[in-house]
Nanobody, 121 residues
Framework: VQLQASGGGLVQAGGSLQLSCAAS????????MGWYRQAPGKERDLVAT???????NYADSVKGRFTISRDNAKKTVLLQMNGLKPEDTAVYYC????????????????WGQGTLVTVSS
């Protein structure tokens, strides 16, 4: 399973960016998908997650500004980021819980390569 993330870049404070992540490869199904971020010198933190049934969860710091969505048929997850702040600067990672085969009983974690978001003040 490969997760290909894109959409990062440099934006001024108050601006918007949309991150996209597409899953490819051979697997049975994808359960939760999400976005995490890691700022320099800090741990990787949850930004937002979305279940297969499209129930969403957000970090308090992004509620009301970021929106996560997914297309199960296209195996993609998007993160629309509005009202960006300098403290949103980080490498953003796509994540997916994957059932690799019908016989599997546990999910496997997969991560994308990360895409850099830089917000200037």
């Amino acid at each position: 399973v490969q997760l290909q993330a894109s959409g990062g870049g440099l934006v001024q404070a108050g601006g918007s960016l949309q991150l996209s992540c597409a899953a490819s490869g051979t697997f049975f199904s994808i359960n939760n998908m999400g976005w995490y971020r890691q700022a320099p010198g800090k741990e990787r933190d949850l930004v937002a997650t979305i279940t297969r049934g499209k129930i969403t969860n957000y970090a308090d710091s992004v509620k009301g500004r970021f929106t996560i969505s997914r297309d199960n048929a296209k195996k993609t997850v998007l993160l629309q980021m509005n009202g960006l702040k300098p403290e949103d600067t980080a490498v953003y990672y796509c994540h997916a819980d994957v059932l690799n085969s019908r016989r599997d009983t546990t999910f496997t974690d997969y991560w994308g390569q990360g895409t850099l978001v830089t917000v200037s003040s």
